[in-house]
Each structure stands twice: as C-alpha cells, then as structure tokens.
C-alpha cells in the first residue's frame, strides 16, 4: 500500500529556512521519482522540484525554485526532503509530495520531471506561511 506524508510547514518570517520532508511507504523512494509541487491560493497547482536518486536525476522546474530549493533523497529512512531557503510571502502555499511509480524510471538515464499529470501517487500537503 503506497503512502507519502507531507510534513514540516508552519509559519516563517520571511527570510527564513523550512525543510519539509515526504515519509514514502509501500515502495522505495529510490527507485521511482519524487516530485515536490505547491498550491497557493487562487492560482493552479505548479511543479517545483524532482529526483530520482537511481539514476541521480534532479530538476528544479520552477524559476524561483532555482537557487533557493534544494531537493535530496535518504534511502535509508525512504523519505525525500524539500529544503527551502530565503522564504517570502510568495511562497505560502500548500506543499505537496507526490511519487511517479512509472517502469520508465527502472531504465539507465532515466530523467524526471515535476510534472503533475505523470505522478500517480500524492501525499497530504502540509502548509507553509510566510509572514513579511
């Protein structure tokens, strides 16, 4: 039975740092693609971030993810984790974790993407505010 659990939002001061970790059961984190995605309110749900520690695949698919995001993989405790540095208000929103269990992913080379439509398995959010 394949299961993520988003944790670790709560309210920040702009400025501040949040790492937020997805708990995986059911399968291994490793093998498949992690993708992280939020929803702010009133705008659509977008991809931030993906890895697939297998064959080292990492992308960072939001403009503003780049440089301030940093997703990594712990096989050991089968949980991914999104580190987000220099928070702003523009970044309160729901955070998601979700896994693309695709046989794609057991080829060499195999590359991820955040992109929603592809991810067959989603955790709870947890929410993130950022006060200014």
């Known amino acids: 039975d394949v299961q993520l659990q988003a944790s670790g939002g709560g309210l920040v001061q702009a400025g501040g740092s949040l790492r937020l970790s997805c708990a995986a059961s059911?399968?291994?984190?490793?093998?498949?693609?992690i993708g992280w995605f939020r929803r702010a309110p009133g705008k659509e749900r977008e991809g931030l971030a993906c890895?697939?520690?297998?064959?080292?695949?990492?992308?960072y698919e939001n403009s503003a993810a780049k440089g301030r995001f940093t997703i990594s993989t712990d096989n050991n405790s089968n949980t991914t984790y999104l580190q987000i540095d220099s928070l702003s208000p523009e970044d309160s929103a729901v955070y998601y974790c979700?896994?693309?269990?695709?046989?794609?992913?057991?080829?060499?080379?195999?590359?991820?993407?955040?992109?929603?439509?592809?991810?067959?398995?989603w955790g709870r959010g947890t929410l993130v505010t950022v006060s200014s």
């Open positions: 890895i697939t520690k297998r064959t080292g695949s990492i992308r």
């Open positions: 979700a896994a693309d269990t695709s046989d794609y992913y057991s080829r060499p080379g195999a590359r991820c993407r955040a992109i929603g439509a592809s991810y067959d398995f």
């Open positions: 059911g399968f291994s984190v490793g093998d498949y693609a």
